[in-house]
Nanobody, 125 residues
Framework: QVQLVESGGGLVQAGGSLRLSCAAS????????MAWFRQAPGKEREFVAAITWSGGTTYYGDSVKGRFTISRDNAKNTVYLQMNSLKPEDTAVYYCAADSFHRGATRKTYEYDYWGQGTQVTVSS
């Protein structure tokens, strides 16, 4: 089992920045693909970013590419999402996720077995 706890959400003005953190505990953190998803009211959960076990490869959704950066620190069992140039349409609950083995569906929710409780990000215009 893996437990995930997100933090760092909040209210920010458009153009601002936030850094989300996801602290993991339980099974060996470094063996998991990690990802961030988000879900706005009335919308489906959307892929934001993912990172491989080593951190050597990253993936991004089209809507955040060039503005968001995912990273991980395996020594601290933590994955981060640096969000810059935030827009009102980035407003959502952001979820951290981890898989137990890689199925090859990096951008799909069914790839991931473990989810955090979510942290709210609100971007005002």
């Amino acid at each position: 089992q893996v437990q995930l706890v997100e933090s760092g959400g909040g209210l920010v003005q458009a153009g601002g920045s936030l850094r989300l953190s996801c602290a993991a505990s339980g099974r060996t953190f470094s063996s998991h693909f990690m990802a961030w998803f988000r879900q706005a009211p009335g919308k489906e959960r959307e892929f934001v970013a993912a990172i491989t076990w080593s951190g050597g490869t990253t993936y991004y959704g089209d809507s955040v590419k060039g503005r968001f950066t995912i990273s991980r620190d395996n020594a601290k069992n933590t994955v981060y999402l640096q969000m810059n140039s935030l827009k009102p349409e980035d407003t959502a609950v952001y979820y951290c996720a981890a898989d137990s083995f890689h199925r090859g569906a990096t951008r799909k929710t069914y790839e991931y077995d473990y989810w955090g409780q979510g942290t709210q990000v609100t971007v005002s215009s």
